[in-house]
């Protein structure tokens, strides 16, 4: 597991852009209006060759504005998941009565603290550092999120005071599951299906589940580990106290595991949220299969599995190379076709091609279908070869990067995916330019 930096401070102190600053991408919404920040946003970064997540919160105060409580719990939370705290101050506002009252909140979380003044955007604002001493939180550190001034010093400090990730003790081939799903699709009661005991809760009330807990067994000579997760609540409704772990546990499951079930209602039908949970998934580069779960309820006809499945993939259009289930874990129908599926997107998920037959692929595909010009040239591929599994990765060699298309690249992954079988899991080819 990674470890984890969270980054609180009071509204419009600059959290959101030093977060964006810090990931390398605008992933989190900013604007003048204190408080739009109302729920956490995680990303993954680097810095000085260690990886780690970002958590970032909305604002602490007291005073009694919209959303306050939760945020309130929302920044609370962060700090007790996280393993670094950056707290950021307006260095241009000094020090007030909320930054004091969330130094006294992080007394308590007993956790490195970075003590970030921003807003410092040019020199004669550095002075006015010395005031945060005050709070007694060590050494504060002149920032410009919007400038980027400061910013080394600060990854620096933070980087020495993170724990080093850990890893997991599985054996490599151990397959790693995750259920994930939002609340109610019955994530608990297929892991206990799948296992044959009755190791988890299963209740019909949203949240039962809220840690992440890891379950070994064995099936056939094969050994697994069922990593089963809190359902991921609706943007909005994540400090939800009976809940208030669910997500971050569920984004480090999912880095965890090979592969990921993910369950879908077939009473209720497809939502929204199910869609950004498997872009969770997408997103880290997992395996996946999609598990409709509940399929003893439908009404059914010859043409109903045909029917869901066609909607599935018309929503779930990023996740076209995924194969698809109907279970029940209720009655256990169809239960015996989820663990083969997912031996054979384990295994695709870490396999590896020989170097000639990759490159006899690729030049078959050049030739079957040869790139048009885009960005000024014509795509030309020299060598291939695969330089990672977990997912399958593959190093092209090619006269310019900048005349991959995206739908050639796309149509590349799916002649690959084609050649070599690889259903349920994600390619990732990666150009570099011939010197």
């Known amino acids: 597991m990674l470890p984890s930096i969270a980054i609180v401070g009071r509204p419009n102190v600059g959290k ?43 604002g602490i105060d007291f005073d009694d504005a919209p959303f306050m409580n939760e945020i309130k719990h929302q920044t609370e939370i962060a700090i007790d998941e996280a393993d670094v705290i950056i707290f950021v101050v307006d260095i241009q506002a000094g020090v007030t009565d909320s930054d004091e009252y969330i130094a006294r909140i992080l007394y308590k979380a007993d956790k490195p603290v970075i003590l970030a003044a921003n807003k410092a955007d040019d020199k004669s604002l550095t002075e006015q550092v010395y005031e945060f001493y005050s709070l007694g939180l060590g050494d504060p550190m002149p920032v ?36 994930i799903g939002r609340p109610n699709v019955g994530k608990s009661s297929l892991m206990n299906a799948i296992i044959g005991e009755n190791r988890v809760i299963v209740s019909d009330r949203p949240g039962t589940t809220r840690d992440a807990v890891d379950f070994p067994f064995e099936r056939d000579d094969k050994k697994y580990v069922v990593i089963d997760t809190a359902g991921l609540r609706k943007r909005g409704k994540v400090y939800e106290n009976a809940e208030k772990y669910s997500v971050l546990r569920a984004m480090s499951a999912i880095e965890r595991s090979d592969v990921c079930l993910i369950l879908l209602d077939a009473e209720t039908g497809i939502r929204e949220q199910d869609k950004k949970i498997a872009g969770y998934a997408d997103d880290a580069y997992k395996a996946c299969v999609i598990v409709v779960n509940k399929w003893d309820i439908v009404a059914k006809d010859d043409r109903t599995m045909n029917r869901f499945e066609e909607e599935v993939r018309a929503h779930f259009k990023f996740l076209s190379h995924a194969p698809i289930v109907f279970v029940s874990a209720k009655t256990k129908a169809r239960l015996h076709t989820v663990l083969p599926v997912v031996n054979d997107t384990f295994d695709a998920y870490t396999k590896n091609v020989s170097t000639s037959v990759l490159n006899d692929v690729i030049a078959d595909a050049f030739a079957m279908n040869p790139p048009k010009t885009h960005g000024g040239g014509v795509l030309k591929a020299y060598y291939a070869t695969q330089v990672a599994s977990r997912p399958p990765s593959f190093l092209l060699f090619v006269n310019n990067i900048e005349w991959m298309h995206f739908s050639y690249e796309r149509y590349l992954k799916n002649q690959l995916r084609a050649a070599f079988g690889f259903v349920g899991t994600p390619i990732k080819i990666i150009l570099r330019k011939r010197d």
């Not at 919404?29 to 997540?53: N, S, V």
């Not at 400090?157 to 599985?170: F, G, L, N, R, S």
């Open 16 to 58: 959101s852009m030093l977060f964006n600053r810090i990931v390398g991408e605008r992933k989190s919404i900013t604007d003048e209006t204190p408080g739009l920040t109302r729920d956490r946003l995680y990303a993954k970064a680097e810095w000085l060759g260690r990886h780690f997540h970002v958590i970032d919160t909305g």
């Open 144 to 179: 410009s999120a919007i400038h980027g001034i400061g910013m080394g010093d600060m990854l620096d400090e933070t980087v020495k005071q993170m724990p080093e990730a850990t890893i997991d003790a599985y054996e490599p081939d151990r397959v790693r599951l995750c259920l």
